[in-house]
């Protein structure tokens, strides 16, 4: 087992990588009595065309990431979340574009539920019966999603940025894509993408480190996993034009939602690239239109926003792009204006002063952040699958000045490059 200190957040980080290829990251947080922990798989909605080694490239349905992710839940004796609560834990799954994620929170029974967590991701069962029975299921979840603004606000921007590349398309997949998945398909995309090799476990709180790593070596010494070679990812040429410029659709809203954002023409190269671009991007675009910001108040007076407005930004090797917006009474006035403003600052630039209150206020919920044993454990395994370190982002703050924000705002905000999503009020 090897610790990994972080002097400069004084924290100390325990690792070990199993004989079958599993990573395991334990760190104990003295004086907390929560524990938490996420079996996290390197496997989103995206990964739909893959291989094993030199073996031949393997297309399936859209939405099986998260059709997997329901059915790991399901036990020949019942379902796992009874068995979790049964020990006072608190247990949860969710799956992203690029992970899927299966955790537990609780304060007592610690080496049960970790054993749980452990025994049931690592033992599908899944029949004829119980594929056909969940996919109505499913099928419920997408058309109460089609009925959800915010979710078809959000995913009609990203349509209306990607032609071909997986990320456009709803984590869920569609009515159409999961009546194909069938119990081979689920057994197939698992044992490529459940390999120990492909997955972490990530434990945080009130815990001695050598202990759990122990009763984990024990829980995976009993376990046998074939070899496995490099799983290969295939996504079809994505163009650099975003696919349409607006989007637009009507569903019975009190105030019209408008989603703005741009997709990148230059996809960062590594790993080291990628997390400088987004905690850049996160600056700048807080600096510009954050809820401290001029821009921000100038909008709230003029009752073009609400507390519903936000930015965020995408960011991975394959896909980036940012996305604005909120509830507007106006969308065509907001869109203009915040092009007028942005427009002036490529001119003049972001002030000093605005850039250290924003960079003051990011890196001190980054140091808040760290207190969280959910938000850790979360965010430590999305930067690990991307080959980069949560606990290192404070010198990655630390070195970036105004003028790279300055230059990254001139070359995000390219018009060209925007794509906007408007749902509008129903007529009655």
């Keep these: ?8 957040v004084q924290e100390t980080v325990y690792y070990e990588k199993l004989p079958n290829g599993l990573e395991v990251y334990v760190l104990p947080k003295e004086g907390f009595q929560k ?12 990964d739909n065309h893959f291989a094993i080694g030199d073996g031949e490239f393997t297309k399936v349905p859209d939405g099986i990431a998260h059709f997997l992710e329901h059915k790991m839940f399901e036990e020949p004796e019942g379902d796992i979340f009874a068995t979790f609560a049964s020990q006072g834990a608190s247990a949860n799954a969710f799956t992203s574009f690029d992970r899927t994620v299966y955790l537990f929170s609780a304060t007592q029974q610690i080496e049960d539920n ?3 967590l452990l025994d049931f991701v690592q033992h599908p069962y899944f ?28 995913f009609g921007l990203i349509d209306a940025m990607y032609h071909n590349h997986p990320v456009h398309i709803d984590i ?10 069938t119990k081979e398909t689920l057994y197939r995309c698992y044992e490529t993408f459940y390999h120990p090799s492909n997955m972490i476990l990530f434990v945080v709180g009130g815990v001695e480190a050598e202990k759990v790593m122990q009763l984990i070596r024990d829980n995976q010494a009993k376990k046998t996993f074939a070899e496995q070679g490099e799983i290969k990812r295939r996504f079809d040429e994505e163009p650099v034009s975003v696919k349409q410029a607006n989007a637009a659709i009507s569903l019975p809203v009190s105030l019209p939602k408008c989603l703005f954002g741009f997709k990148e023409k230059e996809l960062p190269n590594t790993a080291e690239e990628l997390v400088r671009k ?9 600096s510009i239109m954050g809820s401290s910001s001029s821009l921000y108040q100038e909008l709230y007076d003029d009752n073009l926003i609400s507390d519903s407005f936000g930015s965020e930004y995408n960011a991975s090797l394959d896909y980036c792009f940012s996305v604005m917006g909120g509830d507007t009474r106006d969308p065509d006035e907001l869109l203009k204006r915040i092009r007028d403003a942005v427009d002036s600052l490529k001119e003049k630039g972001i002030e000093q002063e605005a850039f250290e209150r924003t960079k003051r206020k990011r890196v001190g919920g980054y140091l ?17 699958f991307r080959d980069a370190d949560l606990f290192e982002l404070l010198r990655v703050y630390e070195s970036i000045g105004i003028e790279e924000v300055n230059s990254r705002l001139k070359e995000h905000f390219d018009w060209a490059q925007m794509a906007v999503s408007i749902v509008r009020k129903e007529q009655a």
Excluded: C, H
């Design 114 to 116: 970790l054993n749980t």
């Design 127 to 154: 029949t004829d019966e119980n594929v056909e029975k969940e996919k109505g299921i499913i099928e419920q979840e997408i058309n109460m999603y089609r009925d959800n603004p915010d979710w078809r606000v959000y």
């Design 1 to 8: 087992m090897e610790a990994i200190v972080y002097p400069a």
């Design 35 to 46: 524990t938490y922990a996420t079996f996290s798989t390197k496997y989103g909605s995206v």
């Design 368 to 384: 808040r952040m760290l207190n969280s044993p959910e938000a850790i454990a979360n965010e430590f395994t999305r930067y690990r």
């Design 278 to 286: 987004d905690i850049t991007t996160k600056l700048m675009l807080e």
């Design 172 to 181: 869920a997949g569609t009515a159409e894509s999961i009546g194909k998945i």
